[in-house]
C-alpha cells in the first residue's frame, strides 16, 4: 500500500524567501510518480510539478523545483521567491499502476508581505 | 481548451436524502476519476473509470454511493442516503490515459456537499 505523510499541517514564508514543503512517501512499487499540487481556496486542484521515480534529475517548473531523494523516499516541493497568491493549501501525492492520485493531507502555506 | 466541468457547485441536503453529481471531462479524455475531499485532509480516490469500465472502485461505500460513465463521457456520482459524514467537497478529474509523465489529470471546480 502507498502512503504519504507532509508532516508540516501549516507553514509561514515572507514575501520574496525560499520555502521547502516536505513529503515523505512509502511504496514497494519501484515505478511510480510524484506530484505537487496547489488547491488556493477557490478549491480548484492546480497541477505544479512531476517528478518520475526513473528520472536521474530533480524537476523544475518556473519557481517550483522538486527535491527527490529516492533513498530517502522523499520529495520535497520548493518555492523560490514567494509571492502572496502562493497563499494556499499544497498537497503531495503518489501515482503508481492503476494511474490513481494517492493524497497527503496537505500544508498550508501562508505568504506575509 | 474547456476544462473539467461539474455541477452543481454547492448542494445542502438533508441526511437520509439522495443526491447526484455530474462531472463532464475533457474531450477525448478517456480516464474519469471521482474524489472525496473532506474538509482538512487530501482528497480520496472514490472511482476510476477507463472509457465505461469501472477500474477502481475499492474505496467506494458502495452500500450507498453508485457512479456510472455512460458513452465514455459523462458521469455522475449518486449518494442514497446521504449521511452526516458524506458532507465533502466532490471532484471530478479527467486525464488522458496511461502511465507516462504526461498523464495529467485535470480536476474539475468540485462540488461542495453539505448534509444536515
Known amino acids: 500500500a502507498q502512503k504519504i505523510t507532509q508532516t508540516q499541517p501549516g507553514m509561514f514564508v515572507q514575501e520574496k524567501e525560499a520555502v521547502t514543503l516536505d513529503c515523505t512517501y512509502d511504496?514497494?512499487?519501484?515505478?511510480?510518480?510524484l506530484f505537487w499540487y496547489k488547491q488556493p481556496s477557490s478549491g480548484e486542484m492546480i497541477f505544479l510539478i512531476y517528478q518520475g521515480s526513473y528520472d536521474e534529475q530533480n524537476a523544475t517548473e518556473g519557481r517550483y523545483s522538486l527535491n527527490f531523494q529516492k533513498a530517502r523516499k522523499s520529495a520535497n516541493l520548493v518555492i523560490s521567491a514567494s509571492q502572496l497568491g502562493d497563499s494556499a493549501m499544497y498537497f503531495c501525492a503518489m501515482r503508481s499502476y492503476g494511474y490513481a492520485l494517492n493524497f497527503g493531507k496537505g500544508t498550508s502555506l501562508l505568504v506575509t508581505p | 481548451e474547456a476544462g473539467v466541468a461539474q455541477s452543481p457547485r454547492y448542494k445542502i441536503i438533508e441526511k437520509r436524502q439522495s443526491v447526484a453529481f455530474w462531472c463532464n471531462p475533457i474531450s477525448g479524455h478517456a480516464t474519469l476519476y471521482w474524489y472525496q475531499q473532506i474538509l482538512g485532509q487530501g482528497p480520496k480516490l472514490l472511482i476510476q473509470?477507463?472509457?465505461?469500465?469501472?477500474?477502481?472502485d475499492s474505496q467506494l461505500p458502495k452500500d450507498r454511493f453508485s457512479a456510472e460513465r455512460l458513452k465514455g463521457v459523462d458521469s455522475t456520482l449518486k449518494i442514497q442516503p446521504a449521511k452526516l459524514e458524506d458532507s465533502a467537497v466532490y471532484l471530478c478529474a479527467s486525464s488522458l490515459g496511461g502511465s507516462g509523465k504526461y498523464n495529467e489529470q485535470f480536476f474539475g471546480p468540485g462540488t461542495r456537499l453539505t448534509v444536515l
Open positions: 511504496t514497494s512499487d519501484q515505478s511510480y510518480g
Open positions: 473509470f477507463q472509457n465505461n469500465g469501472v477500474v477502481d
